[in-house]
């Protein structure tokens, strides 16, 4: 039952290689049924057209491919996603684009598209850099693949530890305690509109940073 | 070369489907043809007016100007920005069949328009520039192997990355094997590759001469004229295509794929180039001549000269060609003046040629009496004139020949084609015919079906009338009462 609570059921990868003093840093969604011979093709590929020496090539397969499996050992597994609504943050720097952004979203909607969301946003925020978004969709995956590994294994502890159901409740708190509490919004006394002066907290930053500042920035990384 | 404007509006027309392209203003002499080069569809536009015009987008490229050609092979000329064609639904199932038909995001057809779009529009940016999967997949957002395959097919029917080849790299076609520094000057082409003729000072065109022994290149004028210093002889002088060393040499590879092609496909240069991989119609033809048995090929393809009298430079090469097929038969002996005649009418058209060759004839009869040795590579300069009349006579004649043929080909296509409209026409009308008379039957049915409506109205009437009548006597007999409401139930069935 396990499977990433998005319509399409897809992985987020990262990608960071050194060799020879020369890094290699990527992210990008994988569709796990792809043959693994494209990752193959892909890394090669990917090596040829940034100009990497060859010897990238076996450690990109072996980070890919390492997350990969790591993903498919969970896809047997159980997975209980309850109707619940999780804030997301994006906080990220990609080239000269600065977003930091917190939104609700709805884990138990399966059919819940983050890349039509970073398009979106992309668009609504008119972020002109092409390269943004694919970086939102890729964290917001990575953050629903950490939700729902995180429900597996407290599926798996909650199965082991059945007579006790205190520890139960505390390893869903832990993983969950982020979850909205519904009823405070929508009980009696709340509305569904959010407050107003809980807009900033929601609302999202971009700034595009100068040259030199990114420079600084990455020499730092 | 004579009409450059119109040729532009004929490159436009048949390439409507491409709105980001603009052609652009003609601000240079054509005298710069021979630089640069695209690959033109295949269907009809020039190729001189297209590598003119190229030539010109280049150096305008170069200045930062949005004025360039884009060219698409003519097997996706299926291609629109405003939809998906029937072709991309086909043989891209993934997006459009089964489940994904009706998603939207990133699985169904929005998402295969979107990927396309964003990849083509990234390509025409730039478009001499390869566009690699791994830079245009970084700015989608979707999943890696969706974007992988929306690019291969892309590239494959030359949407993206079409004339373009990255150097040293082995394509998915293993036709193409291109050196790397004359492809990657060829977007600059204007710099490198200019030969300035040293007698008239002006760029030579697509060809010029060489001597070794004074080092000297002259252009085809100046060869003519014999416009180079006195000592020399035609003979010593070599020509030279600048059009054909600029870019690239024909590797092993591509002239046997060129040759494979040829006996395949005959005459037909469309599929030719497009086996042979990045050559245009017009380097294969020009390649295929400069074979040494290239000649055999081009035999049979006088019978099949091509009327389109916008399309200047593939008429003179055809034409050229033509005559070279004729020429070398008849004059062995003096070849670089052949050459050179059937050189000269390439480059002023064949109208200026019958002219020139006209003037040749008169001027000729004049001559004859002092003079009445034929084509002889000679030395003085009335010599050579006069073997430039003899030639040109004899050209004369085989022009005449090719276009009373020509003319009669355009009859014959003519007639074909008034044909089959005339079918077409007769065709439609039978359709029509057949429609009007199902109408007819149907407007019958019509008139059945109101008559019998009238018919019910009248009787529902009377009913009505008969019921009220009786209401009015209400102690009347209720047999009768009875007896009316029978007809009724026999008129609602």
Known sequence: ?221 | MATPPAATATNSAPTPPKPPYKAPPFSQPPSTAGAGKTETPAASTSTAAAAVVAAVAATGAAAEEPSYIITVPSYSAWFSYDSVSDTERRLMPEFFQGEAAAASGSRGPEAYKYYRDTLVKRFRVRPERRLTLTEARRGLIGDIGSVRRVFDFLEEWGLINYGVSLPGVKQGRDKREEPVAPQSSLPAGVSAPKKLCIGCRTVCGQAYFTCEKADITICCRCYVRANYRPGLTPADFKKVETSEDAKSDWTDKETLHLLEAVMQYGEDWKKISEHVGSRSEKDCIARLLRLPFGEQFMGPKEDKMQFETDDDITDESRAEISKRVRLTPLADASNPIMAQVAFLSAIVGSDVATAAAQAAISAQSQVDETNDSPADSSIGSPKEEESCYTNGFSANDLLKEASANARVQLEKERKDIEQSLSDIVDVQMKEIQAKICRFEQKELLMEKERQQLHYLQKLLFADQLAVVQHQCRPHAVTAENEADENPKPVLTS
């Open chain 1, 1 to 221: 039952k396990f499977r990433m609570p998005t319509r399409d059921n897809l992985v987020p990868i990262r990608v960071d290689v050194e060799v020879d003093g020369q890094r290699y840093r990527d992210a990008f969604t994988w569709n796990p049924r792809d043959p693994d011979s494209e990752i193959i093709s892909f890394a090669k590929r990917t090596a040829k057209d940034l100009k990497l020496p060859a010897s990238f090539v076996p450690q990109m397969l072996q980070s890919i491919q390492g997350q990969l499996a790591e993903f498919r050992s969970y896809e047997g597994q159980e997975m209980q996603i309850k109707e619940k609504i999780m804030p997301l943050k994006i906080d990220l720097r990609v080239n000269n684009t600065l977003v930091r952004d917190q939104f609700l979203w709805d884990i138990g909607n399966l059919d819940s598209d983050p890349e039509e969301f970073a398009r979106t946003l992309c668009d609504d925020l008119n972020i002109t850099d092409p390269e943004v978004g694919p970086a939102i969709a890729v964290s917001i995956r990575e953050q629903l693949y950490e939700i729902a590994s995180q429900s597996v294994s407290a599926m798996r502890e909650a199965k082991v530890s059945k007579k006790r159901r205190a520890p139960e409740f505390a390893s869903n708190s832990k993983a969950m305690n982020n979850a909205v509490d519904m009823f405070k919004y929508f009980g009696s006394k709340g509305s569904v509109i959010r407050k107003r002066k809980e807009w900033y907290l929601y609302a999202p930053v971009v700034d595009v940073v100068p040259n030199e500042e990114v420079v600084v920035v990455d020499t730092t990384e």
